[in-house]
């Protein structure tokens, strides 16, 4: 038992011995052995193949007359007699007769041997000189193709160690091929995803399954600071008996090929970024809004941080003066970071305004309308980003490493600068970068170029339309009264809309609300006219439908004008609304504990149609009750049935006894919308 045991330990701990390799068999080598006198006494399954003769046949026969031709005859018996008599081994190839009488063409490897007697033999070894041949030609063909090709190659035994390497691989990966031959894969690639490449091989040799053309990104060690890319193909080696051998990469370089796409993709983005830019920036005629348009597409596909500044001069439509180098003062519009950096401490909040010494890199891109580019900034160049030495402190904690200002210029005329920073992006500004910024810049500064004049115009009119409507009087008899301008929010052309208070004998007074169709200076001027003449007929104390009728008149002589109108008077002492209206939107009237209302008016034309009556009707206002006179604009909207509107607009007069100013503004916030293409004159009056 101890004995089987012994053998069972030594069975376990004795290794396996490695498989055969096959290439022998491939070139099939038999050997024969020849005594003295020349007979064989050897004779190989092998040379059964090789000459055709069974064991059989030959045993014991004499070798040159079975195998050698005539001709032949005295060479190899010369041949034979040196190797025994010297001991000297011969190498070479000659005709062997074959079974079938052919001859054939035999290479040769002979030696002497002696066995324990002291007995001499003579040994060949034998082969088919045309198999030979042809596997030499093969051997030389896959040397010649594997150390000339370009393509690097590799053999890896199924541990994935390397067994051989050739000088293109060698080029490659910058490795000498002696230094690669029994090293793992792992150590000598230069990809980050090493694991992936050495998973994928696995799997090659496991299933036999080719994988082709893998596309690895890395930097090798002959240049580490550029990237380069591969593309590696794996299949499984196997020798003629189907034993696994290994696995053979081949790896091409495509670094070419990888950073053309990558320009070709990076062409791409930009033109997208282009065309969203096209899309995104001056989508209103706000100066901030585009500003900030602009520096959110350029986040962060350009840049880590980015800021719009503008000229405070150019901002106040001040004629620029010449480029010199002294500081320039500038109007913070927008500031965006692709994410939280204290670098957003460093320039001035949207709204704020700052000076840059002329020493400034962003005071001298706007002082020579040219880009200023720092691809690799250090401790003096951000004494130069920044305004000051605080904020240069901020910039550099914020890992500031490359820097781009760009000119807004707008028709000629430089408007400002857009500041880019990159602190996560590790790559630095380039000229493409410059380009992609200075056509962004060109986009954005003509929509801010426009939206500065929009707002420098719509601020003129809606002074000039505020100085037409009254300063009335806040004490009228019997009544409280309060009202709102609002000029329309998506256009810069003064309205025609207006109302008035307008005080009459006897303590009565007037409330007027009227509405010029159109806009422009025009309307504005018609607006003045129709409100002048308004006050002069009222001081004539007419009748609400005699006054509206002189309207008229003046409307007719006017160039192609509408004008719609509602007069009231109202007597503290009857508490009476004499009211007429030319084809006006009809008043609100809300009375406390009661459900708000509309005024039933009779249907009439507006001024200006000419010839048509205008009816008075008369209504009672008790203390408390809430009047309100409004323009078209605050109810009418290009989405919503008029109607629809204004019973909102009545639900809003829940409380009469709310305060005028709060009533006014809840009317305005709660009806109007951003985009309304008219103006409103709004006006509210209580009884008391």
């Not at 106040?316 to 500031?335: K, Q, S, V």
């Not at 900034?377 to 490359?402: F, K, T």
């Not at 801010?448 to 719509?458: C, M, T």
Request: proline share 7%; aromatic share 4%; hydrophobic share 40%.
């Amino acid at each position: 038992m101890a004995s089987e045991s012994l053998r069972a330990d030594d069975d376990v701990q004795s290794p396996e011995p490695p498989r055969p390799t096959g290439l022998l068999d491939m070139l099939s080598v038999a050997a024969v052995a020849l005594d003295t006198r020349g007979r064989i006494v050897f004779w190989t399954p092998q040379a059964e193949d090789l000459f055709g003769y069974t064991a059989e046949d030959v045993l014991g026969k004499f070798a040159v007359r079975l195998l050698i031709r005539p001709e032949h005859l005295q060479a190899v018996v010369s041949l034979f007699t040196e190797v025994l008599e010297t001991g000297r081994g011969w190498a070479g190839a000659f005709p062997v007769r074959h079974k079938d009488g052919s001859s054939r063409l035999t290479e040769f490897r002979t030696m002497r041997l002696l066995d324990d007697l002291g007995d001499v033999y003579a040994l060949g070894i034998a082969a088919d000189h045309t198999l030979l041949q042809r596997v030499e030609t093969d051997l030389a063909l896959c040397e010649r193709l594997i150390n000339q090709s370009p393509i690097g190659l590799a053999l890896l035994d199924p541990d994935l160690k390397y067994l051989l390497v050739n000088p293109a691989l060698e080029r490659i990966d910058g490795i000498p091929a002696e230094d690669h031959i029994g090293r793992h894969l792992r150590e000598t690639l230069p990809f980050p995803d090493v694991n992936t490449v050495e998973s994928a091989l696995r799997q090659v040799l496991t299933t036999g399954m080719p994988l082709l053309d893998q596309y690895h990104v890395g930097h090798p060690p002959a240049d580490p600071e550029h990237e380069h890319a591969w593309s590696l193909s794996f299949y499984r080696l196997e020798d003629p008996g189907g034993r696994v051998l290994g696995a053979a990469t081949s790896v091409v370089d495509v670094t070419e090929r990888h950073h053309a796409a990558a320009e070709a993709d990076r062409a791409r983005r930009r033109l997208a970024l282009i065309a969203d830019a096209s899309a995104r920036v001056g989508t209103t005629l706000e100066v901030e809004q585009t500003a900030l348009e602009l520096a959110e597409i350029c986040t962060p596909v350009l840049a880590d941080v980015v800021a719009v500044d503008v000229l405070d001069s150019a901002l106040a439509l001040r004629r620029a003066r010449r480029p010199d180098n002294g500081p320039e003062l500038f109007r913070a519009l927008a500031l965006k970071a692709a994410h939280p950096t204290v670098a957003l401490r460093a320039a001035g909040a949207p709204g704020n305004v700052a000076s840059y010494d002329g020493d400034r890199l962003v005071t001298l891109c706007v002082h020579t309308g040219r880009p200023v580019m720092v691809r690799h900034v250090g401790a003096r160049d951000l004494r130069q980003i920044a305004r000051d030495p605080e904020s240069g402190e901020l910039l550099a904690q914020a890992g500031v490493h490359s820097y781009l200002a760009v000119p807004l210029i707008a028709h000629g005329e430089v408007l400002g600068a857009l500041d880019l920073k990159r602190t996560r992006n590790p790559l630095p500004f380039d000229e493409d970068d410059v380009v992609l910024a200075g056509e962004l810049a060109s986009r954005a500064a003509v929509a801010i170029d426009n939206a500065r004049w929009f707002q420098s115009v719509r601020n003129t009119a809606l002074t000039l339309q505020r100085s037409l409507l009254p300063d009335h009087s806040p004490h009228h008899p019997g009544l409280e009264l309060a009202s709102r301008y609002q000029p329309a929010q998506a256009t810069s052309e003064v309205g025609g809309d207006w109302y008035d208070v307008i005080p009459l004998a006897d303590a009565k007074t007037a409330l007027v609300v009227g509405d010029v169709m159109g806009n422009g200076i025009d309307a504005a001027a018609t607006m003045g006219r129709l409100r002048t003449a308004t006050c002069a007929y009222a001081d004539l104390d007419l009748a609400p439908g005699a006054v509206l009728q002189h309207l008229d008149k003046i409307t007719c002589d006017l160039e192609h004008y509408i004008v719609t109108c509602l007069y009231i008077v109202y007597d503290p002492r009857t508490r009476q609304c004499t009211i007429a209206n030319a084809g006006h939107m009809p008043p609100a009237l809300a009375r406390p504990g009661q459900a708000p209302v509309y005024l039933d008016l009779p249907a009439a034309a507006p001024l200006g149609v000419g010839g048509i009556p205008f009816e008075t009707t008369t209504a009672e206002l008790t203390p408390g009750d809430l009047l309100v006179l409004y323009t078209d604009g605050l109810v009418e909207t290009r989405q919503h049935p008029i109607d629809d509107r204004l019973s909102v607009l009545l639900g809003f007069l829940d409380d009469p006894r709310r305060p005028l100013e709060e009533t006014c503004d809840r009317l305005l916030y709660g009806l109007r919308h951003p985009d309304d293409h008219d103006d409103v004159a709004l006006l509210v009056a209580r009884a008391l």
